[in-house]
């Protein structure tokens, strides 16, 4: 989210695709799911594409080649964790990340039912990092920065969600949220009109967590873009409803694409089972990892990517058309 406002591969966050897979061409909705490449930085979103038609080629000539595919949680539940310092700055946040995070997990398909994910908090934890371990406990952490927003690059920013995922599979692995609290962050009603809304960016950033891009619909939950004092992204829209259930299917499956001969095709695959435990196990600390958790490596199980997706708020022109950027990335072992 830019207040005006990546690999794992390690994303922040990212694209939106049409229905089960990426496609850049759509029938119907503005909603886009990120994938496992970055888009161009001069690309927005249209409600027709959600990448520009040359996107495959454009991956296949990146420095790291990357079939794009778009990303998803395994389990039918996930898990976050505030950073143990938010409650004393902020004693409501607790509360409205699970109700943040509910919107999204309680979206109904049609008659078709509920989404098949859940999220829960696993409680606070000491980690301040945005940090994912190949071969250690990890937390999904939720990082409030009161003193310095640290990304020079986007100083409209209002919240940062950085994705790990499988470049081969784009099976997210990790998923850390931070929110830029040197902003005058309104956390009740009304919200002065010159504050930003802590609950929308919160929503905002959810979305971004379970996989879902920025969106062409300005009225959509999911664009990249908030005006300060509003408070209309605290509830998602038919693009947003559409997004999520394009992801997690009632049938308790996921809509993939997998890779054949080359080529990006829509598959679905089974739900794991309702576990929220983070990748390897969870833990409080953010520790560094051992051995060789970082090293290149060229096998697929042992290759993973990230970068992220933000919210801007209006008044940045720039960075409007640049609020997917990968801000770094790195090869290792998952």
């Given amino acids: 989210m830019v207040h005006d406002g990546?690999?794992?591969?390690?994303?922040?966050?990212?694209?939106?695709?049409?229905?089960?897979?990426?496609?850049?061409?759509?029938?119907?909705?503005?909603?886009?799911?990120?994938?496992?490449?970055?888009?161009?930085?001069?690309?927005?979103?249209?409600?027709?594409?959600?990448?520009?038609?040359?996107?495959?080629?454009?991956?296949?000539?990146?420095?790291?080649?990357?079939?794009?595919l778009p990303l998803w949680w395994r389990n039918a539940c996930v898990s976050y964790d505030l950073q143990q310092d938010v409650a004393a700055q902020f004693p409501t946040a607790s509360a409205l990340a699970a109700k943040c995070f509910a919107k999204w997990t309680t979206t109904t398909c049609g008659a078709a039912g509920k989404v098949s994910i859940d999220v829960?908090?696993?409680?606070?934890?000491?980690?301040?990092?945005?940090?994912?371990?190949?071969?250690?406990?990890?937390?999904?952490?939720?990082?409030?920065?009161?003193?310095?927003?640290?990304?020079?690059?986007?100083?409209?920013?209002?919240?940062?969600?950085?994705?790990?995922?499988?470049?081969?599979?784009?099976?997210?692995?990790?998923a850390d949220m931070e929110i830029?609290?040197?902003?005058?962050?309104?956390?009740?009603?009304?919200?002065?009109?010159?504050?930003?809304?802590l609950e929308?960016?919160?929503?905002?950033?959810?979305?971004?967590?379970?996989?879902?891009?920025?969106?062409?619909?300005?009225?959509?939950?999911?664009?990249?873009?908030?005006?300060?004092?509003?408070?209309?992204?605290r509830t998602l829209t038919n693009d947003d409803l559409g997004g999520i259930c394009s992801i997690y299917l009632p049938d308790a499956t996921r809509a993939i694409e997998t890779i054949d001969g080359g080529v990006a095709v829509p598959s679905v695959i089974a739900a794991g089972p309702c576990d929220p435990t983070p990748r390897h196990g969870f833990q409080s600390a953010c520790t560094s990892a051992q051995g060789r958790g970082c090293s290149m490596a060229a096998a697929r199980p042992s290759s993973f990517w990230g970068w992220g997706s933000s919210l801007l708020a209006f008044g940045a022109p720039l960075l409007r058309r640049?609020?997917?950027?990968?801000?770094?990335?790195?090869?290792?072992?998952?």
């Fill in 180 to 197: 830029n609290a040197t902003v005058s962050l309104a956390v009740s009603d009304p919200v002065p009109a010159t504050g930003y809304d």
């Fill in 322 to 334: 640049r609020s997917e950027r990968k801000r770094r990335g790195r090869r290792g072992r998952e």
């Fill in 6 to 68: 990546g690999p794992p591969r390690r994303a922040r966050v990212a694209v939106l695709a049409a229905m089960i897979l990426l496609s850049c061409a759509r029938s119907a909705g503005a909603y886009c799911r990120t994938t496992t490449c970055p888009l161009p930085p001069s690309f927005s979103p249209s409600e027709e594409m959600c990448a520009p038609t040359d996107f495959a080629s454009y991956c296949a000539m990146l420095a790291t080649p990357v079939t794009p």
């Fill in 200 to 233: 929308s960016i919160l929503t905002h950033e959810a979305g971004h967590f379970l996989g879902l891009a920025h969106s062409a619909d300005i009225d959509a939950t999911m664009y990249a873009q908030y005006e300060p004092g509003s408070v209309t992204k």
């Fill in 120 to 174: 829960s908090d696993l409680g606070p934890v000491a980690c301040d990092e945005v940090h994912y371990n190949s071969d250690q406990g990890n937390q999904h952490v939720i990082i409030f920065h009161t003193d310095v927003w640290p990304y020079s690059d986007s100083n409209n920013t209002l919240g940062l969600t950085t994705v790990t995922f499988d470049p081969y599979t784009g099976e997210i692995y990790d």
